[in-house]
């Protein structure tokens, strides 16, 4: 299943720069997508999400960008932290089908001091 | 704040052995998941549950697991005759009513030998 996908298994980014984490999709129907932040042998903690009928939302330093017609999300961090480094998965959900998660395989930024 | 909480952390069992992981979901929340990730792969959705039934499951879910939710505030994943490949972290998650992002619980760590 393929559905989401993360290309890039890792990013390296210096402390106070923009990451970008970039995020593909293939169905078209997914109306709702999520970023999660996840650390080793701990749960995915909720970040940020958009629904498909909005292209970015905001919050602090974190920004989701919705780009449907090319079916790619992606999530800036300005300025990065050393405490953002963590895994980061996209998922995306068919709300009204019970909204069950479809993750990516996960991006794991480092932000070097 | 509110979270989802998972006991065992832990388990160790031997193969065709019984064992259930238990979640106590956010309490207002209504629509319930399971997810599991095998180590080095991706999230993967196992099963949805809401209004005391099944909304939704995976291939993966198959004869050999079932959920319940006993009371007002557990619920429970029971693999009944656990095979070495459901070693994984199983991850609980919940989600309030009109709300699109899923809150994830710390995970069981399940190791079978």
């Known amino acids: 299943d393929q559905q989401v996908k993360q290309n890039s298994p890792s990013l390296s980014v210096q402390e106070g720069r923009i990451s970008i984490l970039n995020c593909d999709y293939t169905n078209s129907m997914f109306d709702y997508f999520l970023w999660y932040k996840k650390y080793p042998a701990e749960g995915p903690t909720f970040l940020i999400s958009?629904?498909?009928?909005?292209d970015k939302n905001e919050d602090g330093r974190f920004t989701v960008f919705l780009n449907k017609s090319a079916k790619h999300l992606s999530l800036h961090i300005v300025p990065s932290q050393p405490g953002d480094s963590a895994v980061y998965f996209c998922?995306?959900?068919?709300?009204?089908?019970?909204?069950?998660?479809?993750f990516g395989q996960g991006t794991e930024l480092s932000v070097k001091p | 704040e509110p979270e989802v909480t998972q006991t065992p952390s832990h388990q160790v069992t031997q193969m065709g052995q019984e064992v259930i992981l238990r979640c106590v979901p956010i309490s207002n929340h209504l629509y319930f998941y399971w997810y599991r990730q095998i180590l080095g792969q991706k999230v993967e959705f196992l099963v949805s549950?809401?209004?005391?039934?099944?909304?939704?499951k995976s291939e993966i879910f198959d004869d050999q697991f079932s959920v319940e939710r006993p009371d007002g505030s557990n619920f429970t994943l029971k693999i009944r005759s656990t095979k070495l490949e459901d070693s994984a972290m199983y991850f609980c998650a919940s989600r309030g009513r009109g709300a699109g992002e899923q809150y994830f619980g710390p995970g069981t760590r399940l190791t079978v030998t």
């Open positions: 958009i629904s498909s009928i909005k």
């Open positions: 549950f809401y209004n005391n039934e099944i909304s939704e």
């Open positions: 998922a995306a959900s068919l709300y009204n089908q019970g909204g069950k998660l479809i």
